[in-house]
């Protein structure tokens, strides 16, 4: 039984960090345009489709490119739609991006067609990983280490670089930050390319775990959510700690009460705020108040 709860434990954890890849994309793009975006779990499809092309045209070292391409096209949508929404009523943000995800949902099924298919993990990361109790496929490690490294790079680029810098001041006070000559356009395009950028990397991650279908971004949207509001608006540590929380309790539910696996963030979201209305981490932002 030990051994069963480690292993659950472990498998959790990569669950929770891909939680937390999507959901620090949806908790940076708040933080800084203010704009609650229903279409990250669309991005985060796109990713896992977007890695099944180039892996079936060019094999797996061009998936890397995936990402990249989801946060290009984030930039563009920016450019063309979001920046009108920037000072509207948050309730229009939320009814535009719905129907945006609802966009490239229908998309992809007519470019990809409706049914699921395969992602096959690479070869040389079949097979498992047994130490001691811990019983994980390596794949799954792999997954969860590139979180892990991914977290620890946004981290240091978010405190100790010029441009990690102003996305937090403007983050807190975009006009100062507009005052001291930095133009905020520039920088909101890049903010939501980054967060798209995020959630194609968790969906190129999940695509060999999860089947490829369109209607895969309603398993990662709500989820992505739960955890911002558990872990608190515009929070990294507590999207971070929220994240691998939800992973774990979901994989130890669905192990131990399979039919309740699907009520029980929500329920875990409910105990938070009651105890935390603002979140685990959760301050005051005077921008939305």
Known sequence: MTSLLISQLANGLVLGGLYVLIAIGLSIIFGLLGIVNFAHGAFFALGAYF????????GWPAVILAPFLVGALGMIIERLLIRRLYDKDPLVSLIVTFALALLIEAATRVIWGGLGQPFNQPEWLSGIFLWGPVLITRYRFTVFLVTVLLLIGLWAFMQFTPYG??????SRDPEMVGLLGIRLPRVLTAVFGLG???AGIAGVLAAPLWTVYPAMQEGAI??????????????????VIAGLLVGVVT????QFEPEAANAVMYIFMAVVLLLRPRGLLGERWERFE
Do not use: D, E, H, K
């Open 251 to 254: 994989t130890m539910t669905i």
């Open 165 to 170: 810098r102003i996305l937090r001041a403007g």
């Open 196 to 198: 798209c950028c995020l």
């Open 51 to 58: 890695g099944l092309t180039l892996y079936n045209q060019f």
């Open 222 to 239: 709500m989820p992505a959510f739960v955890v911002v509001t558990i872990g608190g608006l515009g929070s990294f540590a507590g999207a």
